[in-house]
């Protein structure tokens, strides 16, 4: 029995498969509060969802109680939801899923949404991740990414990636995609380690705006403009406050500036895009699950 339950096959015109999971690949929630605006803002209808009893312990992730109407107690369970939007653009459909890193059944989990995505007939598939590195808090996002595909690698201008080491459920999909002859893409943006506030708005907004730019379609995130805004203005109050912290902090500006100077100087071939390539995203990885093991 297939954990993956299907209300509808929609009709969709060249869907892309974008898909974001809470935990590990999350850093500030930047990535699932990304998806959950593009859900929202878009007004994507659901379409299917995953049964989280094969893939969760549920000691680890609990589910949640909610009161009904003062008379009855309902369970909320861990949700793996699947939404589609024809709005985006007229030539293209997107199907947006907002997951959670499973702890059981990675393989299972990774073919089941490969068949979801099948059965869509979906060509390209779009995993939305976010890293704790040492950048400043006040310059732009690094949207950093990946492709096992060598078009699309060209196409973004991506370095290809030498991080060997652990992974998390966004690389085990990536994998899958690559076995199955399906393209796939991730995009990863950096976010300050020394901010542990989720959702992190101004990482969501970057992501938002690397998928509109290579999606070629355009969002109203006025809403999501002013949270980052906002966001920036209480992460300066309260690194003003604290010498030791803004003295680091203009070290990483910086630092961020010198690297961007190197990265416009550069021919084009070789990062000169603004975007960080798959070097600083290795560095910056590596330094992640050096924390993440420390924190393990």
């Known amino acids: 029995m297939s954990a993956l339950t299907i209300e509808e096959i929609p009709t969709l015109t060249n869907p892309v498969f974008v898909v974001a999971f809470a935990g590990w690949n999350d850093a500030g929630g930047a990535a699932t509060h990304a998806a959950q605006f ?34 009855y107690r309902e369970i909320i369970w861990p949700a793996n939801e699947f939404f589609y939007s024809r709005a985006a653009t007229p030539d293209r459909s997107l199907i947006l899923g907002v ?13 089941t949404l490969l068949d979801l995505a099948r059965q869509c007939g979906v060509e ?11 950048v400043a808090y006040s310059r732009p996002v ?19 990636s030498r991080y060997e080491g652990p992974t998390g459920i966004v690389g085990v999909l990536n994998d899958t995609c690559r076995r199955a002859g399906l393209a796939s893409i991730s995009f990863w943006a950096s976010v300050p380690h020394y901010i542990s506030a989720s959702p992190n708005p101004k990482a969501a907004l970057a992501l938002i705006g690397r998928l509109e730019s290579f999606l070629h379609f355009s969002l109203d995130t006025t809403e999501l403009r002013a949270a980052a805004v906002d966001f920036d203005a209480r992460i300066a109050q309260a690194v003003a406050e604290n010498p030791n912290m803004a003295a680091y902090v203009r070290q990483l500006e910086e630092r961020d500036l010198e690297e961007q100077l190197t990265l416009e100087t550069a021919p084009k071939g070789n990062g000169g895009n603004g975007h960080a390539n798959g070097k600083d995203l290795e560095e910056e990885l590596q330094r992640f699950l050096q924390q993440r093991r420390k924190k393990d």
């Open 38 to 71: 593009l859900v929202q803002r878009l007004q994507a209808r659901r379409f299917a969802t995953l049964d989280p009893e094969e893939f969760y312990n549920f000691s680890d992730l609990r589910p949640q109680v909610r009161l009904r109407d003062g008379l």
């Open 99 to 111: 997951g959670i890193e499973p702890h059981l059944k990675w393989k299972t989990y990774a073919t």
């Open 124 to 134: 390209l598939v779009i995993t939305l991740g976010a890293l704790l590195a040492d």
């Open 142 to 160: 690094r949207v950093a990414g990946f492709s096992s595909d060598p078009t699309l690698a060209a196409q973004l201008q991506l370095t290809p």
